[in-house]
């Protein structure tokens, strides 16, 4: 292929040349994904990577193998494509809609853009019938940060519809974007509306990451480099330089990556070639890569043809890169500003040492300027490395002599700690001898655990294996503490892995310690506590030192300061985390056993025995819906839809779940249920039942039912079966135990009764189940008691209530046997549901009917008690149990009967104190009636019309009458009246009949109304009874006498009892003077 080579590519301009393509394994898998992902349906790409990694350069490469014109990559066109055109489109900073119009031609489109789209469907058809339309669009962020800053509504609209238009599936369309960052990343200035629309536009493009790792275009290069130079032999240089990077790991590369390479990179050697490649990728904005240096003849490159070193080593690269990045690196848009500018200001403090060697100290400079940008954080960049590395050019001695030259000028400085040289840029302060002063002013660490807790935060650690075998996350929290902690794991936390650091205790206390440990701990002892407590101490010299001249502005001690503060902190690392598995430095300790932790993989290998021995009854559930400490809150939703499934349709198969769907409630029914043979098939269909011993969730069915034992005697709280499984030795998560215990109590609803809040609740709903789930500590159950006597007992009822034997005790046959009782309560009228004119015995059975709760204590307890009966002797004595039911039966007949008794004694005073003989209620209906019947309605106060019409009402009922009569005497229904009333009642009676007997008398009198007014007055004492006086007086008199009326008012004074008095005594010393 011939090479027509340019720094970068454009997809328009380039479309038609043959550029000298190298494929990288990446690529080859990319350009795979996209064909097959296109078969599948996916048509709409977005290829993501950073700069410098190739991607305009793949879009070339896909359209060429596509195209037929050049066989890049090893794939094919889809199946029956016999015609493929390519529109390429490169991104700028303007209207996308705009772009694809000039693309297409398109003039004064609708808002909808639907001329445009015609356009582009033409174009398609246009192609033929079996033809393929691929729209590629090079620097599509362009566009989209001109869409965020621009009517970003209406160019993301038209984004979303070009996806869905591409993406219907009768179409032949591909669309492919690049972008050097998510799409995401371009929304950060929108609103929260207008970023959903970006998301909603992001889920429309498939994406792909593009990012060649560093590794993998050096071995192209190496290939390159043969391809181009032939195999350069490797010398004892390239050999060191291997040696070099496998002892101070300058480099994270897995394995004896470097040694594969060996020294087929040259001129580049393996340090210079891993930095200029990161570096162009950091810095090359897409106008550079790794393969155009190597084809470029720029200055200072690698084909410069006045370069003179054979060798390209890390000094030429600073060079290179300053020379073609300039612009880029001597401004602040840079992350690196101040190292490139440390780099300069160093090099210009070097120049003014007059006895330096001016090339050594220079490319000394450059080299470990360029590492402390681009080595691994664990890089050990010393004096050995330097000079090993400049040995290629410069004498070892020369080299030792620049070092200890720059070093004593403040040039540089060694970090003990990172054991690394590093730029420095000078300052007046002596840092030694301030650090040295202060050790004074810093008090020794005493509390080492604490101080350690501020610099650490260690992450939970998951017991892989047993996790995976049980389906319950095994969760390992890091404690640290000054002595063995014995302490029970809760929530979401399974055990601790327990870091002890105390210079007092021994490996043998340790062990002594934990030998009985019951909780799932494992100790790390650390054996170099002081070496810990040291490096405390320097940390907190350092920060007092940063304190003390944080008045000073000197810039440059307070970034050494900060520098060896990170060294500290690295330090501390080093002795805290890397000796986590070094043997001279600590000791693993498990019940009082030492333990052989090599790395991770040994600690979480033991984790999981540990979860094997402490949670040894764990039961097996492999679902991670629900199988958490903290499901989602579609799990809630969920969790919902079961209760409702099981309580509704648990005789029906799948508990009647759609077929052809799985939604998590489900799922879930599969994994309790379903799979542990609870819900099964019967000959009369699906029923609920009890585990076989097989079952993965048969030892907590076990320890369930245990629980249901024990609130035989008493009640107990639902809590109390919590605590039991999240302990060892289930400690199930939440996510089960909201699942599980409402799924047990349902399948054993009949064999106890249910409590909240002390109230009993006869009937467990789904409502039901999702309240103890909500508010587990508000639930009690109260297991039922069974035996020979107490079900006879029970049977005993029954026969009573007429219901037919039961052969068990269960809440069905207790609710069933306790209705009609309750139902016979709640049936009685208000009067029978408070009169306290009943026996003793009926007062208490009614309030033991009327408070019933405990269904087995009502019938067993409190009824017998109600009645004078003790329950233990019912049970041992049929007489006394015959005597019990007979007067239970009677008993209830008497509350039933209350208010037919209070009708029988209104009847009786009716006939004894009114009518005055024993009748009927014919009888004394009709001489009420007839009594009365001289009275003119219009001479009758309202009460008194009311009482006649009553009287005279057609009702032949006794009951209804009296119950009539009586509303009229006391204002309220007579089924409502309490005791007190009844009194009152026959006070009224007797009462309105004296009223209208009187008026009866009076009615009989021959007089004129309109001149004479008539009493009839009545007075009775014990001596003389009553004696009856008709008192007539002329309307006329008694104008006259209206003002000794006054008088004698006046003198009465305003005691009213007294007025009554005087007027009485008066009047009858009158009356009896006649």
């Keep these: 292929m011939k090479s027509n080579y340019s720094p970068s590519v454009n997809i328009i301009r380039d479309s038609e040349k043959e550029l000298d393509y190298i494929v990288t394994e990446n690529a080859e898998k990319s350009a795979i994904r996209i064909l097959n992902d296109f078969n599948k349906g996916f048509h709409s790409f977005s290829i993501i990577g950073s700069y410098g990694t190739g991607k305009s350069s793949f879009l070339w490469a896909f359209q060429q193998t596509l195209t037929n014109n050049t066989k890049v990559f090893n794939i094919e066109a889809p199946k029956s494509v016999d015609k493929i055109e390519v529109i390429n489109i490169v991104g700028d900073y303007t209207s996308i809609i705009e772009s694809f119009n000039t693309e297409f031609f398109v003039e004064k489109d609708f808002s909808s853009n639907q001329k445009l789209f015609d356009a582009i469907f ?96 050096l071995a192209l290069a190496s290939k390159h480099f043969v391809n181009s130079l032939g195999e350069t032999k490797e010398t004892e240089y390239s050999k060191s330089l291997i040696e070099l990077q496998e002892k101070k790991k300058i480099f994270s590369t897995q394995g004896n990556y470097f040694s594969t390479l060996k020294n087929t990179l040259f001129p580049l050697d393996i340090f210079s070639a891993y930095i200029l490649t990161h570096a162009l990728q950091r810095y090359g904005q897409n106008e550079r890569s790794l393969f155009s240096f190597l084809q470029a003849s720029d200055d200072l490159g690698l084909n410069d043809p006045k370069r003179k070193n054979n060798h390209f080593s890390i000094s030429a690269v600073y060079d290179y890169l300053l020379n073609n990045f300039y612009q880029l690196l001597t401004t602040r848009a840079v992350s690196d500003f101040s190292k490139w500018s440390s780099i300069r200001y160093s090099i210009q403090r070097a120049e003014a040492i007059e006895s330096v060697n001016l090339s050594i100290a220079e490319d000394f400079l450059k080299t470990i300027g360029l590492l402390g940008m681009f080595s691994s954080k664990g890089a050990k960049i010393d004096e050995e490395f330097i000079v090993n590395y400049l040995s290629d050019s410069f004498e070892v001695n020369e080299i030792r002599e620049t070092i200890e030259l720059l070093e004593k000028h403040k040039i540089i400085k060694y970090y003990r700690f990172k054991f690394s040289y590093e730029l420095f840029e000078g300052t007046d302060l002596d840092i030694e001898d301030e650090l040295a002063k202060v050790e004074n002013q ?62 007092k205790l021994s490996v043998d206390k340790i062990k002594a310690q934990t030998k009985g440990e019951p909780n799932a701990t494992i100790y790390c002892f650390f054996k170099n506590t002081e070496k810990i407590s040291s490096a405390l101490f320097e940390i907190e010299k350092t920060n007092q030192v940063l304190k003390n001249i944080e008045d000073d502005n000197d810039k440059v001690a307070i970034r050494e300061l900060h520098k060896i503060l990170r060294s500290n902190q690295v330090l501390l690392n080093h002795y805290v985390l890397d000796s986590l598995y070094n043997k001279k ?148 998560k939440q996510g089960v135990i909201d699942f599980w215990i409402p799924t047990f109590l349902f399948l054993r609803r009949g064999d106890y009764a249910l409590y909240s809040e002390g109230k009993f609740k006869p009937y467990i709903n789904k409502q039901e189940l999702y309240l103890i789930t909500r508010t587990p500590e508000l639930y009690s159950v109260k297991s039922f008691e069974l035996n020979d006597l107490r079900l ?44 306290n004119r009943l026996s003793k015995e009926a007062i208490e059975l009614r309030k033991a009917i009327e408070f019933a709760q405990d269904p087995e204590k009502v019938f067993f307890d409190e009824f017998p008690q109600a009645l004078g009966f003790n329950s233990s002797d019912l049970l041992e004595s049929n007489q006394k149990f015959d005597d019990y039911i007979y007067k239970f039966q009677i008993t209830l007949d008497e509350i039933k009967n209350s208010y037919n008794e209070l009708l029988n004694r209104f009847e009786k005073f009716i006939i004894t104190e009114i009518i005055g003989r024993k009748c009927d209620f014919e009888t004394y209906k009709s001489e009420l009636s007839k009594r009365f019947t001289a009275l003119k309605e219009h001479q009758l106060l309202n009460k008194q019309k009311t009482f006649i019409q009553r009287v005279n009402s057609p009702l032949n009922d006794r009951d209804s009458w009296l119950a009539s009569i009586s509303q009229a005497l006391i204002g309220k229904p007579l089924t409502s009246i309490e005791d007190k009333d009844e009194k009152t009642l026959k006070d009224n009676l007797k009462s309105i009949i004296t009223e209208l007997d009187n008026l009866s008398v009076l009615e009989k009198l021959s007089f004129d109304s309109e001149k004479e007014e008539v009493f009839k007055l009545d007075f009775t004492s014990k001596k003389t009874g009553l004696i009856p006086h008709i008192v007539r007086i002329p309307k006329s008199k008694l104008k006259k006498a209206q003002n000794n009326i006054d008088i004698i008012d006046k003198e009465l004074g305003s005691d009213k009892q007294m007025r009554i008095a005087i007027l009485t005594k008066l009047l009858k010393q009158e009356l009896d003077n006649e």
């Design 442 to 503: 810093v008090p020794e660490v005493v509390d080492l655990v604490y101080k350690l807790e501020t610099y650490f935060e260690f992450p939970v650690v998951t017991a892989k294996a047993n996790s995976y075998k049980t389906g319950t996350p095994r969760l390992f929290e890091y404690k640290l503490s000054n002595k063995p902690i014995s302490e029970v794991p809760k929530g979401e936390i399974d055990g601790f892995i327990n870091l002890v650091f105390n210079t």
């Design 792 to 835: 006879s007992f029970f049977n005993k009822y029954r026969e009573l209530l007429s219901q037919e034997d039961s052969n068990k005790l269960n809440l069905d046959s207790f609710i069933e046997s306790i209705r009609p009782i309750l139902l016979t309560f709640r049936g009685l009228i208000p009067y029978s549901q408070k009169t």
């Design 585 to 732: 430095d600590v000791e693993w300790i498990y019940k009082g056993e030492k333990l052989n932790l090599k790395n991770k993989k040994d600690l979480n290998k033991q984790l999981s025995v540990i979860c094997e021995e402490v949670y040894h009854l764990t039961p097996i559930i492999r679902n991670e819906l629900f199988n958490k400490h903290k499901p989602s809150g579609a799990i809630a939703s969920a969790r919902k839809s079961y209760f409702d499934a099981l309580t509704n349709n648990f005789v029906k198969e799948d508990l009647a779940f759609d077929s052809d769907k799985f939604p998590p409630e489900k799922t879930i029914y599969h994994t309790l249920l379903r799979k542990n043979d609870i819900h099964i098939k019967t000959e009369t269909g699906f029923t609920l039942t009890r585990p076989n011993e097989n079952s993965d969730i048969y030892k907590i069915w076990e320890v369930s039912e245990e629980f249901l034992s024990s609130a035989k005697k008493e009640p107990k709280k639902v809590t109390d079966l919590i605590d039991t499984l999240t302990a060892a030795p289930y400690k199930l």
């Design 122 to 217: 033409q174009r398609y058809k246009k192609i033929g019938d079996n033809g393929m339309l691929i729209i590629q669009i090079d620097e599509f962020g362009k566009f989209l940060e001109f869409a965020a800053n621009n009517n970003p509504e209406k160019e993301m609209y038209f984004i979303q519809q070009l996806a869905e238009f591409v993406n219907d599936p009768l179409r032949r369309i591909l669309l492919l974007t690049t972008l050097h960052q998510g799409l995401d990343t371009y929304a950060f200035k929108l609103s929260d509306s207008q970023k959903n629309e970006w998301r909603k536009v992001r889920g429309r493009l498939q994406e792909i990451t593009f990012n060649e790792p560093v590794e993998q275009l």
